[in-house]
């Protein structure tokens, strides 16, 4: 509200207007709001932020797997952050992936603020994978001033490890 109270009095003093109506009165100003308003939004959304990440990756416990995710953006920006969402199926509770949630403790490396500026990258490692990290995880960008974006998804599948089941099972069948 303070920035258009501000572009009101530019407004005004463009117009050679000596007051500024209150919010209450009806002004003539309306269209030029329009207008002024219709630019803001066309400038925001001519700026272009491209978010990407592969469609699919397979691993096995125990590994470790580095989701990837890379922007594009036709501005070079030093303020802002990324963020991961897992969900397991569609339509079901979304999961922010992230070393606060116990889910991912001590075994989530996130991409530094230096690579992720210079290099334009947001990538992910989950150490020590999991059964139950299957799913697909969703990257998501955000720049000042240009916006925000987010990928398509990465389908992470989880297998058995077949060595170890093997062994498992050679032991258990000499005992």
């Known amino acids: ?35 002024l308003l219709t630019q803001i939004v066309q400038g925001v959304s001519t700026q272009s932020l491209n978010v990407f990440q592969p469609t699919s990756m397979t691993a096995v416990e125990g590994e470790t797997v580095t989701l990837e995710c890379s922007y594009s953006s036709e501005e070079e920006m030093s303020i802002g952050h990324f963020n991961w969402i897992y969900f397991r199926a569609p339509y079901t509770p ?58 398509n998804g990465t389908r992470l599948t989880v297998g058995k490890d077949k060595t170890r089941d093997m062994f498992i099972t050679k032991e258990i069948g000499r005992a």
């Open 94 to 151: 979304k999961v922010e992936v992230s070393p606060r949630n116990d889910r991912y403790s001590g075994r989530l490396l996130l991409t530094n603020q230096t690579t992720f500026f210079s290099e334009k990258k947001a990538d992910i490692t989950i150490q020590d994978l999991r059964h139950y990290d299957t799913g697909t995880y969703v990257c998501r960008v955000e720049l000042f001033g240009i916006g925000d974006g987010q990928g």
């Open 1 to 35: 509200t303070t920035l258009f109270r501000s572009l009101r009095k530019v407004l005004c003093l463009e117009l050679r207007r000596k007051t500024c109506r209150s919010a209450g009165q009806r002004s003539r100003m309306a269209p030029l709001w329009l207008l």
